[in-house]
């Protein structure tokens, strides 16, 4: 996520958010902590900075070679 921060391809705070996502998924997966049901459901009812990541991608991939 910092590189496509670092080249434009996201912004600094999706790039932090998206950061932040992936350290809540190896907490999970890793189970370095005990994690409540409650914030699980709740970081489920929120997936806006993944939804805006998937558009963000699409949008650069589909933009011109203008940013080579």
């Given at each position: 996520m910092r590189l496509l921060g670092t080249h434009g391809v996201l912004t600094v705070d999706m790039?932090?958010?998206?950061?932040?996502?992936?350290?809540?998924?190896?907490?999970?997966?890793?189970?370095?902590?005990?994690?409540?049901?409650?914030?699980?459901?709740?970081?489920?009812?929120d997936l806006s900075d993944l939804e805006a990541f998937v558009e963000r991608v699409a949008a650069f991939i589909t933009e011109p070679a203008e940013r080579q």
């Open positions: 790039a932090d958010a998206l950061r932040k996502a992936v350290g809540f998924q190896n907490v999970l997966v890793h189970e370095y902590i005990e994690v409540s049901d409650d914030l699980v459901t709740a970081r489920l009812d």
